[in-house]
């Protein structure tokens, strides 16, 4: 207890130990950083503006593009701060900062998983359920699904904020990743951890296997309903309705399980960084591109809203 010290705030390690690449990854950061925030803008707005996209499937796509932006702005910003910061050992984040950043990357980590897994029931509705579709799914249930992940998610990141700040740091302030998680946290702590770790792997885990189980299932009916149809319309139009969703959750839960999942002896701070930063700064500026360029009813809901303001 005498080597323990009242910590105000943490130094964070950069994106790369590499000085010379600093100046390139700010630069490939900030392009991803843009694209994101400016694609998944659009997408949202064009699904709140175009009437013909006024359905459950684009409804969950436009949550989604919220949750990607507020996402990767929860850590990207302070990576550039980071990348600033050069050759100075790290960049500084205060103890609030990083209680603050952690609770907003699992509120928004865990929504997004959870939303994922309510895009894949809504999927199976639409190709094994085509005729009751708009009563199963209807608006309001919509809403109570969208309200559900999202309260969800944010108790599940309260109870890691909570336990994250009733821990103890002795002199060692040194966080060896580029942004506050929970797994840096627990290393440097002099506290008991061992609810902490129960928390991470248990609830933390159980959520990314959950969802995921659950959006397995649902792919595991429309499947056995594709395989059924004997129009080549028909399987064209269960693929097209499901590829773009199912993209999103195999390069999401790769990166989650390969982040979450792994036994600590195989972690490295290497490789933790690099899949971080591919599902917080790579992956969100994908989901705009997915749905506009292989999706003909976006591309066609964004060329009626630059014509109305063309014209306007």
Known sequence: MDNMTLVTEFILFGVSDTQELHSFLFGLFLLLYLTNVSGNL???????????????MYFFVGNLSFID????????????VGLVWGGTGGSPISWRGCITQMFFFYFLGSTEAMLLTVMGYDRYLAVCRPLHYPLLMSRRLCWALAGSVWTAGFFHSLL??????????CCKQHLSHFFCDVSPLLEISCSDIQFNQILLAG???SIILG???????????????????????????????????LTLVAIRYGCSGAMYLRPRSQRSLATDRLVTVLYTAVTPVLNPLIYTLRNKEVKAALRRVIARRVYA
């Open 211 to 245: 969802c995921l189980t659950l959006t397995i299932v649902s792919y595991a009916m429309i499947l056995r309903a594709v395989l059924g149809m004997r129009s080549a319309e028909g399987l064209r139009k269960a693929f097209s309705t499901c590829g773009a969703h």
């Open 203 to 205: 609830v933390t885990g």
């Open 69 to 80: 932006i507020f996402y990767s702005s929860t850590t990207v910003p302070k990576m550039f």
């Open 42 to 56: 659009a997408v949202a707005s064009i699904t709140l503006w175009d009437s013909h996209l006024c359905t459950p």
């Open 160 to 169: 890691h904020a909570i336990m994250a700040s009733c821990l103890s740091f």
